[in-house]
């Protein structure tokens, strides 16, 4: 069923086309002047106008004109009982879809318009799968490997035979686990093992985009609907249309989009910014949070229902300090896949260092633990790396890796200038005081660390 705006000033005619495009399954909106027509289109959601051409204050080409830079995608049918060649070839260049003289048949204005509105049908459909095809390039240009998921710990082996067993189905999934752990990768995993593998991936960094923005990116917005929304877009979950979509970090999505959200899982249609349809989608979810969801929920943050449609099937990620026994083998793939990045040639790493990789307690988890590596492999002149390659609190192991914050109240200024001083005066106990050492051990220049010595008076 499309709408459809008819714009006609002979009440005869306009109550005869109105009618055979009811019978057709249309939905139709008639005015007896242009103005409010195009005023009609400006609202969204207008499939196709069949407008007259002789009508005051408005003429049916100025009503084209007027329509065309509303929306290009409406299409328009000009009708008229002065037909002439010059008006129709004229009416096509100033992009009018078809042309029809009065007098008509309805057989006519059948056909006319189920072959405007299936022409319209197939660009759509072309314009669908050119952006799918965009979007599904795009994903493919992303480095991923299943294999990247590395480990060979009860815990991890443990989220393997989850992964396989909750992939082929179509629940929803909760992936819970500290920032860094890989729950991406193993969003990923489910869905490159689901019968939606050849669908799409979407992901959506919920945390990282304002209430009004991150509305819009989910469920895609009409053209007009806001300032700045020059054209139609289509969101996120129409994207991953029989793919997988990735809501990460799901707690930081504000109530009011919560309870849209809600609607789309339950109803499996949603409605963009503007628009007046609903739009069907076939979406598999799944979510993550490095947040207490349950916890939340009790502090009325999170809604209920929402969580529990998300809450089908929990996967917890262990942190990186409760699986040790799986950092030898991701020491091992970030050398590899680093070195193959920077056209290095192979490094291995000394067991001192990989001693002291193991005690550490990687706050940072994974994530933490590859940028580790490529900094290693960056400053490493040799062919092997040492515990001198590695940052200055990984050297200084578990326990004595963490800072300690001054006690009492502060301001966030005074703290952070205080962990600053702290981390200097490591700096030179290992650099065992000389400054462009310990400069080098900070990643900062020579004429930074002084001027930081100078402003904590440490010269």
């Known amino acids: 069923m499309s709408k459809i705006v008819v714009i006609e000033d002979n009440e005869t005619m306009r109550e005869g086309i109105t009618q055979t495009l009811i019978r057709m399954g249309h939905r139709v909106v008639a005015f007896s002047v242009g103005g409010p027509g195009v005023e009609e289109c400006r609202g969204g959601s207008v499939d196709l ?7 005051h204050p408005l003429d049916g080409m100025q009503v084209l004109e007027d329509i065309k830079q509303i929306d290009k995608e409406i299409d328009v049918i000009l009708i008229t009982a002065y037909g002439t060649i010059e008006l129709a070839v004229e009416a096509m260049k100033r992009g009018a879809a078809d042309f029809l003289t009065k007098p008509f048949s309805p057989e006519e204005l059948k056909i006319r318009v189920n072959k405007v509105l299936g022409f319209r049908e197939v660009r759509q459909k072309s314009q669908r799968l050119n952006e799918e095809n965009r979007y ?50 193993v969003a990923r995993a489910i869905h ?83 628009g007046e349809q609903p739009v069907k989608v076939d979406v598999r979810i799944i979510a993550a949070s490095n947040q207490d969801l349950p916890r939340m929920v009790e502090e009325g943050k999170f809604r209920e229902d929402l969580f529990y449609r998300l809450h089908v099937i929990p996967i917890k990620l262990p942190p990186l300090r409760e699986r040790k026994g799986d950092i030898p083998d991701l020491v091992g793939h970030f050398l590899e896949k680093k070195c193959a990045q920077f056209s290095r040639k192979a490094l291995n790493i000394a067991p001192k260092a990989m001693e002291v990789l193991v005690d550490y307690y990687w ?38 890796g963490i800072l300690k914050l001054p006690e009492g109240d502060l301001p966030l200024t005074e703290t952070l200038q205080d962990l600053e001083k702290q981390l200097i005066e490591r700096a030179f106990e290992k650099a065992k005081g000389v400054k462009t050492k310990a400069a080098q051990l900070l990643g900062i220049k020579t004429s930074a660390l002084y001027y930081k010595l100078e402003k904590y008076g440490m010269l």
């Open 192 to 274: 490159s093992q689901s019968r939606r593998k050849d669908g799409p991936f979407v992901k959506v960094n919920c945390g990282a985009l304002a209430e009004g923005v991150l509305e819009s990116e989910l469920f895609g917005h009409e053209k007009g609907a806001f300032t700045g929304a020059i054209r139609k877009k289509k969101g996120k979950f129409e994207l991953a249309h029989q793919g997988s979509i990735f809501l990460d970090e799901i707690g930081d999505i504000p109530l009011a989009t919560q309870a849209k959200l809600l609607r789309v899982l339950q109803e499996r249609e949603l409605d963009r910014v503007g």
């Open 363 to 400: 706050p940072g988890n994974i994530r933490e633990l590859e940028n580790v590596i490529e900094r290693a492999i960056v400053l490493c002149d040799g062919d092997q790396i040492g515990v001198n390659d590695l940052p200055l609190l990984v050297q200084d192991g578990d326990s004595a």
């Open 136 to 185: 599904l390039r795009q994903q493919i240009e992303i480095q991923y490997n299943f294999g990247e998921i590395v480990g060979e710990s009860a815990p991890m082996v443990e989220v393997f035979e989850k992964i396989k067993k909750v992939a082929p189905a179509d629940s929803s999934v909760l992936i819970y686990g500290e920032s860094g752990t890989g729950k991406e990768l």
């Open 49 to 55: 106008v069949i407008t007259d051409y002789k009508m």
